[in-house]
């Protein structure tokens, strides 16, 4: 199973509104990204999760706020964002956060800030 | 620092004609490299990844690509097109010197005409 899944689906929010982004992947892998993709444009990253922990986060607003609450699962909270925010915001995972493991993609939440 | 430019933001080919999506990458290191297909609005599914082991590598639904350091060049061929390879094709770089980090071309739109 090389699945990786994205809940919800589609998201609509207003830019005082709280929400958050679900991602689960049990392949058993220990490291998980969220990328944010704008049209046309390829995946741009914004957080890197290794073992649980926050290895990397690319200078992203605190209007995001990233959990990983256990291996499988990695959440993005959202709150007071802007429309400029709209976006498909992807979660991937892989083996461990090195080079060499390729990267699994899920479908994707696609956000739209009214 | 490393990156992949993408040759032609739009190609188009005929049903049963031969693709060729073009990447050229830079990278002070060995790289590992990777192309990537997106369907609309679909995430993003590996199809294939070179990591110094063959420097031709095949991939799924009959693509593969071959790695040309000489050229610092890694396209991506099938021998002949179908219509459900219509999509966006993304080449990716990685290496020791950008942790786990991906980095994407700006993608490559691949039409197939009947």
């Known amino acids: 199973d090389t699945e990786v899944t994205q809940t919800p689906k589609h998201l609509v929010m207003g830019m005082t509104n709280k929400k958050s982004l679900k991602c689960e992947q049990h392949m058993g892998h220990r490291a998980m990204y969220w990328y944010k993709q704008k049209a046309k444009k390829p995946p741009e990253l914004m957080f890197v999760y290794s073992y649980e922990k926050l290895s990397i986060n690319e200078s992203v607003p605190s209007r995001f706020s990233p959990e990983c609450p256990n291996s499988s699962l990695l959440n993005l909270h959202l709150h007071a964002l802007q429309p400029e925010d709209s976006a498909l915001y992807l979660c991937?995972?892989?083996?461990?956060?090195?080079?060499?493991?390729?990267?699994?993609f899920g479908p994707g939440t696609r956000l739209t800030v009214t | 620092a490393q990156s992949v430019t993408q040759l032609g933001s739009h190609v188009s080919v005929s049903e049963g004609a031969l693709v060729l999506l073009r990447c050229n990458y830079s990278s002070s290191v060995p790289p590992y490299l990777f192309w990537y297909v997106q369907y609309p609005n679909q995430g993003l599914q590996l199809l294939l990844k070179y990591t110094s082991a063959a420097t031709l590598v095949k991939g799924i639904n009959g693509f593969e690509a071959e790695f040309k350091k000489s050229e610092t060049s890694f396209h991506l061929t099938k021998p002949s097109a179908h219509m459900s390879d219509a999509a966006e094709y993304f080449c990716a770089v990685s290496g020791r010197a950008s942790g786990s980090r991906l980095t994407f071309g700006e993608g490559t739109q691949l039409t197939v005409n009947p």
């Open positions: 991937a995972s892989s083996q461990e956060a090195q080079v060499l493991y390729e990267q699994y």
